[in-house]
């Protein structure tokens, strides 16, 4: 991953995802989101196996998304992801959504904390994840 | 439970269910096959949750579904379950889904597998099980 | 519908709703909010086919939500509806979802715009959506 | 496509599709199915707006799964389809499902109906879906 090749999740969207008004269902963005997510991290270095292996996971607090646009089905989805503030046990990412072309049609912005997984609860970003982030 | 009053699960579709032909995407028949076992052993006296604190669980080996007709956006979904053979390890249900009206419009039959939650792997029905299932 | 009797969405988790964390994934609380929207404007005086058929529809915008507690397999919904501003064209709804006792898991908030069903866009809220906003 | 280079529909898991037991929950095949069915015509020669273009469309009338292992987070989907069967108005594929390994995990079998788009019912399979499904 380089400031010239960022990081894109590529997926195209699924027949059962579109509803009767013709466009995908609101929720399946957050499906989209969730892969997006790991798919940055890996490419960042960290993938969730070995974030996991470490005693970690994340857990969402807060999404917000904006729509403009629309897919459809059968669309390209390609999504950048990029850090938008990092704390001590939690962190943003932000999401842009594009289909075919370069319009932005959906936007997102999602709080993730950091927690044991021995269920220790809410815990400081460990270095890796932390590094990941640092991009 | 009686044999005048068969256990009915029930439900409404959702609109996200629905795709671009306005009916019930075929995938999500298996969702609510799933609720609809579930709901029987409970009716039948066996909660999955009882299921489970003895060891046990279920797994699928095979499924099939025919369709005859169609659910819509806000339709009521009633299925009507009964078991259809008991073996050692596994057995057998069968599901008829009806809408608003008398007519069946799908059916399924799923064969399950009881394991071990130990990890034991393919384990006897548990009597307890398999009274519920002798309705 | 009174002030002493709000209306209030009413399911259950499914199973496959959870995840390997043993909770709902976050998604399906967007497919939760759909439900409870159409469910609350029926509830107002409204049913969605009404609304469709005056020629009008409604398209999210925005949506947001928080977490602080988290739904598991088999566990009741509860969803409290409420207006929470209305312009010209668009509307907002805030959402607080509640399990099997008083606390508030998970709070959304959805700002809907109107939009005619034959293509033509934007449009101002109807009379009949605005009386059942009015509650 | 050629016997030396068949269609292979591939995918990878998302996390939302696994459940509480660390497996695929089952309906989520009939969705990759559904996808590896529109994957296949296309690499046929036969995409599917170009189906809808001449005025069809299919429906699912029969579907059975055989589950002998399961596909966790994270691990390919790879999905060969074959034709089983073409009559007067309705096919068959068959569905073979492999992750990481060699190993058939679960085996599909779908029969559709072809239909009219404008609602006037099952019809005679087209020329050009029967070219496609030829090989």
Redesign the interface.
Known sequence: MSADDPYEYR?AV???E?????VV????Y??YF??AM?GYLEDAGLP??ALQAGGH?V??????????GALG??DPIRIRVRPDGIGRTSFTLAFEVRGGSDDVLVTGRTVYVCIRLDGGGKTAIPDALRAALAG
């Open positions: 997926a699924r027949y059962l579109v509803d009767q008004q013709g269902f609101n929720m399946w957050l499906a969730d892969e790991t969730y196996a996971d857990q969402l607090v807060h999404t917000e998304l904006d729509w403009r089905w059968g």
